[in-house]
């Protein structure tokens, strides 16, 4: 072999050495991540965590509201109640509350009843005792004006002034006979209204005390249907069990919920809630059951926010409908519900980390070659994960997930119009 051909091929391969080294030095000084555009399905979707719950059922209450107003009795204690869970037939037992403070009420109510009672009997003696006096002295001044008239009658050949003055004393006792009349008929509508006032007195106390021990008896709650017993929930989102209370505003102590009729509720945040619109799908999961998977549809959006409890942040009500159930499904479970907001087919998608901007422009660091382009691009929809790519780049493309070093500075190359 010629010194010429070992010259030219040790020169070869001193360069492809030198080639090497200088792109493997380059490859290991530069970390970047890259990734291939893709033509696919966009899909996005808000994703939220719920509680389900029956969209239909049936409250358990106890005493009605307007007998605790009547008697003024308010938070009544829940002393005794069922197992949330429990299966129950219409008539089965379901709690009891309090009845300490009817019980106070019915104690006042029969003490009163017996002086009531002790009231109209001595109002019956005085009556009877004072119209027996009246209607004495009636006769005993009948019998004075018959012996007045026997005496004139035997009077005859008596002086015409004796025969006068025993004239005018039948006339007075007449009179008087007439005013004592008056009198016992006056004392005795008297007597009659006195009597009515306390026997009112007593019949009212005594439709009190029934009324108070039919209420007692409501204090034991029975269910009015068949079902699942579920606790209902107070105003503070808490759930009622034994101890809390229960008010003329809030009778109720429990649920039976219809469970083929069942919902999620949920919440979704301020950025969110623009996108969730009525009938919009979606897919529930749940917690307790990972592999059961329902598919809903969006039935109300609230159109006012409220606050999350122990925070300042605004979150909207959303409620979605289960277009069917299952038998394991329970209401208070935790729902994980992915709402599906918008759909294109057929499409240039890339992560939302692949695209950058600058004084509104978007553009992508492209790879072309062993060089890097700086590329505007035209954007369409995104998710939290992905945006749709319009105009800029094409599929298989090759884009930086961050920006390349060196190529800061260069111009990007504007889309044409």
Known sequence: MSKKKIYIIAGLIIALLLFYFFFKSKTEDDISLTVKVKKGNFISEVLTSGEIQSSSSKRISGPSSQ?????????????????????????DYVGRLDPSSINEKILDAELNLETAQSKYTQQQLDTTLTLKQERNGINDLLF???????????SAFEPPATIKKLEIQIEKSNRDLREKRENYSIKKRQADAKMVEVGTEVSKIKKKLNELTKLLKSFTIHSDGNGMITYIKEWDGRKKKVGSSVSPWSPSIASLPDLSKMESKTYANEVDIRKIKKELPVTVGFDAFPDIKLEGVVTNVANVGEKKRGSDIKVFQVMIKLK???????????????????????TLITPIESIFSKDSISYVYKKSGFSVEKIQVELGKSNNDIIVIKKGV?????????????YETKNIILLKE
């Not at 004075?144 to 035997?154: A, F, N, R, V, W």
Request: charged share 35%; hydrophobic share 25%.
């Open 67 to 91: 007998s605790l107003r009547k008697f003024n009795l308010r938070d009544i204690k829940i002393q005794d109640l069922v197992s949330e869970g429990s299966i129950v037939k219409k008539g």
């Open 144 to 154: 004075s004006i018959e012996e007045t008239k026997l005496e004139l009658t035997q």
């Open 324 to 346: 069917n159930t299952n038998d394991n499904i329970r209401p208070g479970m935790t729902t994980s519900n992915k709402i599906l907001t918008d759909t294109e087919e057929d």
């Open 394 to 406: 094409k599929e298989n493309d090759v884009l930086y997930l961050n920006k390349p070093e060196g």
